[in-house]
């Protein structure tokens, strides 16, 4: 599902991935907290993509649902590069840059360092393909959203408080 | 999404004890607060994240939070979600008993800050709507249901609820989600009641309303 939102952007929701080869448009994922979104761009190619991750690997015995190709950072990086490369993108000569992977509540349940754990999961994921990430706003604990423009490449990461480019 | 029968039947069965719980919590907040307390219809809503992110008013959508796990003989999480203008509206109603002759109102910087008295009016707020909700919700069942401490944060609607949307939704691609809106008092505060129960602890609510 993509977000409705503003024209010219494309909003990837959690598990959800978007990409753009149009210069005009914009890739964004809104309101990160443990959740990663992983970003490529080529500068060659003006083509982008983005990823909205909620965890780092599914449980035993499962798998994510067509609608949300990118819930796992583990199964998630290859549909990921897939529409990149669908969309003329080359993963080779792209930047990889991540935000995201806060820890906003102690929850009562559950893994308490997912956050952490999502960013350790996509770094090992990237590096497993030989890629690596050029940058990224990832821990702490504040809500983030990233907007990625198409055409120029900047990426913005934008809390509640400040906005800053990556 | 396309429920099965069974499964609509069981939500139901759910949907009923839930709109019993949320009048409890309404009346446990007017208690609380002197004022009158409506709530709009309960909704209940089995949905995807992006639906239950939705009830929160959207991802990007800044929120004061109280948190609380559910714990006992129910497992799940509850938010109370207030958007920030209408949560210093509802301390200050809470606060207003407490300032005695001559003491200074509340001094606040920007919308999203929050006082140190001002968050814990909140966060007792959350405690006392929650409890009431998971006191309701738990008649019956053999063991007590009850919140953990709750925690209060201002943010993104969406960074607060996708720690606890991976929790739920790790091994599933749907869940069920309970909320309603309170409208409390002259000074119109709205808020909204997330009830977000574990699957299995559905089953276990079941078999105590059928009686099994």
Not at chain 1, 82 to 109: V, Y
Not at chain 2, 38 to 55: H, Y
Not at chain 2, 105 to 131: H, K, Y
Request: glycine letters at 12%; a negative charge.
């Amino acid at each position: 599902m993509t977000l409705a939102t503003a024209p010219g952007i494309l909003a990837a929701g959690i598990g959800e991935l978007v990409v753009s080869g149009r210069p005009d448009e914009v890739l964004a994922a809104y309101g990160l907290g443990s959740c990663v979104a992983l970003v490529a761009w080529d500068a060659t190619a003006r083509v982008g993509a983005l990823a909205h991750f909620m965890l780092p690997a599914p449980p035993p015995g499962t798998s994510p649902a067509a609608a949300t190709p990118a819930k796992f950072v583990e199964s998630g990086i290859e549909p990921l590069l897939a529409a990149f490369r669908s969309a003329g993108g080359d993963p080779g000569r792209a930047t990889f840059r991540a935000a995201g992977g806060a820890a906003m509540l102690a929850l009562s349940s559950g893994d308490l360092a997912i956050g952490r754990r999502n960013a350790e999961a996509l770094s090992a994921g990237l590096a497993a393909r030989g890629l690596r990430l050029a940058a990224s706003d990832l821990g702490g604990s504040q809500g983030r959203t990233v907007q990625l423009e198409v055409g120029s490449g900047r990426l913005l990461v934008r809390s509640l408080t400040t906005t800053r480019e990556l | 999404m396309t429920a099965l029968p069974a499964q609509l039947a069981a939500d139901r069965l759910v949907e009923v004890a839930f709109r019993r719980a949320m009048d409890e919590a309404a009346r446990a907040l007017g208690a609380l607060s002197g004022e009158i307390v409506t709530i709009t219809e309960p909704e209940i809503r089995r949905g995807s994240a992006a639906d239950i992110l939705a009830l929160a008013g959207g991802p990007e959508q800044v929120v004061l939070a109280v948190y609380a796990g559910i714990a006992g003989a129910l497992d799940g999480h509850a938010l109370l979600i207030l958007p920030p203008d209408d949560a210093h509206r509802l301390a200050a109603i809470l606060l207003l008993g407490l300032l005695g002759p001559g003491e200074l109102p509340i001094v606040r910087g920007g919308p999203f800050e929050f006082d140190e008295l001002e968050t814990s009016a909140l966060q007792e707020a959350g405690n006392v709507t929650i409890s009431a909700f998971l006191n309701e919700l738990g008649r019956g069942l053999a063991a007590p249901v009850q919140p953990t401490v709750p925690q209060v944060v201002v943010e993104m609607a969406g960074a607060v609820l996708d720690a606890v949307l991976s929790d739920l939704l790790a091994d599933r691609d749907d869940l069920l989600a309970s909320r309603t809106t309170f409208v409390a008092g002259a000074r119109r505060v709205e808020g909204t009641l997330l009830v977000l129960p574990r699957a299995g602890s559905l089953d276990v609510l079941l078999a105590s309303i059928s009686g099994a």
